[in-house]
């Protein structure tokens, strides 16, 4: 039988997690990319709005969010947290498997607890019009919706080779009223240099970031919009992780295993965050980051100061990177072809508090087909690689025959990326 634990709508977290204000040590400052020296909040409101920015270095232990933007939350959250009785019972594993279902969202994924943020913040602020790049287009898709809910016009650069593999994206943001092209583009100067050189270029999500914020800088009125990285980001996604403390507390379950898929670092940085404390009294809790090794950042990376986009616009961020010029291979799971790491993660990682591992696709996609035919939901292919590290926990757990607690993020669910499974 399958269990299924809700929350009630009054239930949802009235404030996002910083744990920035938990932990024993400073995050290495951003630096301007011109003088490669600290840069300055006040440097940084070209691109976004001032409350995102004071959310971006806050120590503030929690952050209260807005009415408004809790009553959009309150349109699909809480989200449900399942027990994976069937998938327990084909692996054959004492383990107990939880997963928390983000694709109950809008837009199919947990990228909507962020937009619906940024949406609002910029709105209160002046902001006519976003600016941002997408992937997979799950980031795109919500952040489209969040500006219909808000009022903003919004324009997306996805990465080419997503752009053409998953075409359903592309009409969801449509949808939504937003404006969708493919990167490298012709509209920034940035794309136009690029594909003079190559034509056939796939694109990244580093050259989506370039061209967006050259947008971004040619407009007062438009600001620039990150659905992964940045420590914001992680903030408003937290709202994952606290709401598996209050629906495990009700199972009294206690998690030995929290695993998220890594890409850029919010789905799983929102997962595990608000667990991190935990970790830090000492409780034997693992945080395990689950990446593909096509894009093997925190396994492979160098940890240093790179910048987040191709064309070096970003401030210099302190993270593991396979360098600003990678560009990944055309896997399936295009949210996590990102060549960094959020700030936060990465240094977590550097401080053994997390731990990253990573899987190919061939296993990540076996995991991932058997999952929706014992549980009845599709996963994202983002989301495959947290499925497929659970599985390897669970198999770890039957071979020490040890009854741990396992829990991951599904981060969005994969009905417009069935092509991939193909």
Same mark, same amino acid.
């Given at each position: ?27 290495d ?8 020296? *600290?840069?300055s *909040? ?6 976004f709005?001032?409350p ?15 009415e ?25 594993? *004492? ?7 983000e ?20 709105k209160?602020?002046?902001t ?8 997979a ?9 969040? =500006?219909?809910?808000?009022g ?13 593999q ?5 009409y ?56 992964s990285v ?10 994952i ?5 209050k ?13 998220g898929c ?7 940085g929102?997962t595990?965050l ?5 970790k830090?009294?000492g ?10 090794t ?24 302190k ?7 990678f ?8 949210g996590?072809?990102y060549?960094g790491?959020? *700030?936060?993660?990465s ?7 997390v ?20 549980e ?5 292919p983002?989301?495959?690689y ?14 020490e025959?040890?009854q ?7 981060? =969005?669910h ?9």
């Amino acid at each position: 039988m399958r269990i299924r634990v809700d929350l009630k709508v009054d239930q949802i977290p009235r404030h996002w997690y910083n744990v920035l204000a938990d932990l024993p040590f400073k995050l290495d400052p951003p630096l301007d990319p011109r003088t490669k020296q *600290p840069m300055s *909040p006040d440097a940084l409101s070209a691109i976004f709005p001032m409350p995102l920015i004071e959310q971006e270095v806050t120590d503030k232990r929690e952050i209260p969010i807005p009415e408004p933007v809790l009553e959009e939350y309150a349109v699909f959250r809480p989200t449900p947290l399942f027990r994976a009785t069937y998938l327990e019972e084909f692996l054959q594993t *004492p383990a107990r498997i939880y997963y928390k279902y983000e694709g109950a969202s809008p837009t199919g994924s947990h990228k909507t607890n962020t937009a619906l943020a940024q949406a609002y913040y910029n709105k209160i602020s002046g902001t006519e019009r976003l600016v941002t790049e997408t992937g997979a287009g799950q980031w795109g898709s919500a952040l489209c919706y969040s =500006g219909a809910k808000f009022g903003l016009t919004v324009n997306v650069f996805m990465v080419k080779i997503s752009y053409e593999q998953k075409p359903m994206r592309k009409y969801l943001m449509k949808l939504f009223g937003g404006d969708v092209v493919p990167s490298p583009s012709d509209r920034t100067n940035f794309g136009k240099s690029l594909l003079e050189k190559n034509g056939d270029m796939p694109g990244s999500l580093g050259i989506a970031i370039s061209e967006a914020i050259e947008v971004a800088l040619s407009d007062a009125k438009t600001k620039y919009s990150l659905g992964s990285v940045l420590n914001h980001v992680l903030l408003h996604q937290t709202v994952i992780g606290l709401e598996i403390k209050k629906q495990l507390a009700i199972l009294n379950e206690k998690p030995d295993v929290v695993i998220g898929c890594h890409g850029g670092g919010s789905n799983f940085g929102g997962t595990v965050l608000p667990f991190v404390p935990d970790k830090l009294s000492g409780k034997d809790i693992k945080l395990l980051a689950c990446e593909p090794t096509a894009c093997p950042s925190l396994t492979q990376g160098r940890y240093e100061y790179d910048y987040g986009d191709t064309a070096g616009m970003t401030p210099l961020l302190k993270m593991y990177t396979l360098g600003k010029d990678f560009i990944p291979p055309k896997i399936h799971a295009g949210g996590l072809r990102y060549h960094g790491a959020a *700030p936060i993660v990465s240094r977590l990682v550097k401080e053994n508090l997390v731990e990253a591992i990573a899987l190919d696709q061939e296993e990540v996609f076996k995991a991932a087909k058997l999952f929706a035919k014992l549980e009845g939901i599709v996963p994202a292919p983002e989301s495959s690689y947290a499925i497929a590290g659970a599985i390897r926990e669970a198999q770890r757990a039957k071979q020490e025959k040890s009854q741990k607690v396992i829990v991951f993020n599904l981060s =969005g669910h994969g009905l417009f990326d069935l092509t991939a499974y193909v």
